[in-house]
């Protein structure tokens, strides 16, 4: 946001609307270079709006009047923008896993679905014992369980 006023055109001299305004575009048009969909927007009396030309108007999102428009009609008006244009930077792809993500969706069938979120099961019980390896067998000869081939 941008805010500009009668002052900075001065008295109303041609010579001080044009450096304003010579000002004025070349901001604008540094901001266009580095980012071409970024929100701008100019703050200002309502008067001052008629000082502006098209060109410069062309590339602003909106004129918010000084005296005329509520603070809460501005933040709404602001928070949407960017929330537009945050959602205009992310790729589709990962946009559409955002909001997955943010939706708090799960699913069970998924592969990699973790076994601490199943209730009472140990992973140990689900290895067969030919993979268990050294330590099992042993843990197994003390217990006084059948032992298999101890090296």
């Known amino acids: 946001m941008l805010?500009?006023?009668?002052?900075e055109f001065g008295g109303g001299s041609v010579e001080e609307t044009e450096v304003a305004l010579r000002t004025l575009r070349a901001f604008v048009e540094e901001i266009r270079f580095k980012n071409a969909d970024i929100p701008i927007y100019l703050y200002g009396e309502t008067r001052t709006s008629r000082h502006i030309p098209n060109d410069i108007l062309r590339?602003?999102?909106?004129?918010?009047?000084?005296?005329?428009?509520?603070?809460?009609?501005?933040?709404?008006?602001?928070?949407r923008e960017a929330k537009a244009y945050m959602d205009s930077l992310?790729?589709?792809f990962f946009?559409?896993?955002?909001?997955?993500?943010q939706d708090g969706s799960y699913s069970w069938h998924?592969?990699?679905?973790?076994?601490?979120?199943?209730?009472?099961v140990r992973?140990?019980?689900?290895?067969?014992?030919?993979?268990?390896?050294?330590?099992?067998?042993?843990?197994?000869v003390q217990r006084g369980g059948r032992a298999g081939p101890v090296a």
């Open 3 to 7: 805010s500009i006023d009668d002052e």
């Open 59 to 79: 590339e602003l999102h909106g004129f918010i009047h000084m005296h005329e428009d509520t603070p809460e009609f501005v933040a709404r008006h602001m928070i």
């Open 90 to 92: 992310a790729p589709p």
């Open 95 to 101: 946009r559409a896993l955002v909001d997955y993500a």
């Open 110 to 120: 998924c592969p990699g679905t973790p076994a601490r979120c199943v209730p009472e």
């Open 123 to 140: 992973r140990w019980d689900y290895v067969p014992p030919v993979l268990r390896g050294e330590h099992a067998a042993r843990r197994r």
